[in-house]
């Protein structure tokens, strides 16, 4: 497979040849590296949130929107299907490096494919997949925009230079914070079947979809809502290889956590992601085709939680 940065990379040019389409602001920073500003300051949008989810995957993945319902009111969907769930969603859309720094404050969390290129997770082992390029894309997920420390801490964990560090960023509160988060359905689905011990080279193919949750600038209730999107509407499904007795235990209706909205999950954790149990973060609902096989079907979505959560009013 070609280098997955370097797949990246590709988009994040498009994403500045068309930066005012889109409305992201790209800038370099002294350190040359370069900042994309997709929903801090910049008010991005929905097609910004579909190429970002794109950049997440290393072009790996289709992405795209469709209208659906929630509780009978109209609301956009993201759907999220790939043939290379593995490294796609795994080696590079999952969201698994910690950016926290105390001087100057900044905290953050990164996906995308310059994990590749450290492969310190488990996930890369189980996987068999480690990058080689001298160009690196992170997105980073945080409410301030980073800064050369951000960028050379990126640059030396992933062994390139400064100038061929890409950082697209976006707030949870954004457009484009709820786009991408209602693109990882599947990611959770198939990360979930890895944490349960199932070999991720067996999962042929992922099919995501998850509503789009309305936009609050408040931090809080933007990670409540984009979450209870994914854990109470979120429907996966996903193509295997090989049978598993633990198929059950995917979706979020598995958890003790289910019914509970996330933003009181969150509060109960101190509102530190990590303090989170890991199996909280799962789709509603889950289809799982055994090729030659079984097709079984778990979960249940919970629209009256999401009408409750949007704040829809009807």
Partial sequence: MESINRMAVELVDEAIDFADELRVVP?????GATVLDFGVDAEGGVEAGLLLAEIQTAGLATVQTRMDEVAGAPIPHVELQTDHPAVAVLCSQKAGWELTFE?????????????ALVGEEDEFQAVGYYDEFDLTVLAVEAIDLPDDNVAEHVAETAGVEPSGVFLPTF?????????????????LAVFRLFELGYDPRDILSAFGSAPLAPVS??????????NDALAYGGEVHLTVAEEFDEFD??????????????????????WDFYDVPAEVFA??????????????????TDEELLAESFDLRT
Avoid: C, W
């Avoid at 001087?103 to 994990?115: I, N, Q, V, Y």
């Avoid at 709820?178 to 990611?187: D, G, L, Y």
């Avoid at 600038?217 to 984009?226: F, H, I, L």
């Fill in 103 to 115: 001087d100057p404050e900044f905290d953050g969390l990164g996906s995308g494919p310059a994990r």
């Fill in 27 to 31: 800038y370099e920073l002294d350190s």
């Fill in 283 to 300: 789709p509603a609902k889950v289809t799982i085709d055994v090729v030659n096989g079984p097709t079984h079907v778990f979960g249940e």
């Fill in 217 to 226: 600038y408040d931090e809080g209730v933007a990670m409540g809502r984009t």
């Fill in 249 to 270: 235990r995917v979706p979020s209706t598995a958890r003790e956590e289910y019914g509970k909205p996330f933003e009181q999950i969150f509060d109960d954790a101190g």
């Fill in 171 to 187: 707030a949870s509160g954004s457009t484009v914070g709820s786009v991408t988060t209602a693109a990882r359905a599947a990611e």
